[in-house]
């Protein structure tokens, strides 16, 4: 494979379609196993995870439901600063067993700020299935309870992953080339 270009950086091959669409099924079959009967609603977050939500989601054989939210983020004028409100999330979550899905964990400042508000709503159970994570990167405690590749702390783009708006339709994952760092 050889390496893409998106703007002004150059990004090289790290994971193949082959190997993503293997590690998605095997956190399926986890899903399947873990929440049979349980009818799970994953909450895809928006824009980074709707092709890890979908290929996930296309391997579960249990019932189970699916919605997607944003998340705007407002700098406060408190000293915390930091609030993420949902966008978009309609569904009665009292009571249900709710799985957040991501593309990436990389600070874990995004679902930090999130996870409270979604406690309130009070669902039966929350965890994260994350396409990747960096552990290197991580800033605050929240920790993914399915992840399908633990990476070093270098930017990727594909697989629903974007550089500056660009690069999420490529099915293989790209990283940052050394030499544009
Ligand atoms: P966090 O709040 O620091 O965990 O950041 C999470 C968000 O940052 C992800 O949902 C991505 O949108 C973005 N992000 C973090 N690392 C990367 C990367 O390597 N490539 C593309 N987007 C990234
Ligand atoms: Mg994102």
Redesign the pocket.
């Known amino acids: 494979m050889a390496d893409i270009r998106i703007h002004d950086k150059r990004f090289t091959p790290f994971i193949t379609a082959t190997e993503i669409e293997q590690r998605v099924r095997a956190l399926a079959a986890l899903i399947n196993t873990d929440y049979a009967g349980k009818n799970p609603l994953l909450i895809g ?1 928006l ?3 709707f092709i890890f939500a979908a290929d996930l989601f296309r391997g579960l054989t249990i019932e189970a439901e699916i919605s997607f939210i944003k998340l705007a983020s407002y700098k406060g004028t408190s000293s915390s600063g930091h609030v993420v409100t949902a966008i978009g999330l309609e569904e009665e979550l009292h009571g249900r067993h709710v799985i957040i899905v ?12 999130f996870l409270p508000g979604l406690q309130q709503r009070q669902p039966a159970s929350v965890k994260i299935a994350a396409f ?1 994570s ?1 552990p290197g ?4 405690d ?1 920790r993914a309870d399915y992840v399908a590749f633990e ?1 070093a702390n ?4 594909g697989y629903g ?3 500056d708006g660009h ?1 999420r339709n490529y099915p293989d994952l790209y ?2 080339k050394d030499a544009d760092f």
């Not at 991501?102 to 700020?113: A, M, N, P, V």
């Not at 990167?137 to 605050?140: G, I, R, V």
């Open positions: 977050i824009n980074g995870s991501e593309d990436i964990i990389d600070t874990g400042k995004t679902l930090h700020s990747l960096k990167a991580l800033q605050y929240v990476i270098k930017f990727v783009v992953l974007d550089y690069g990283r940052l």
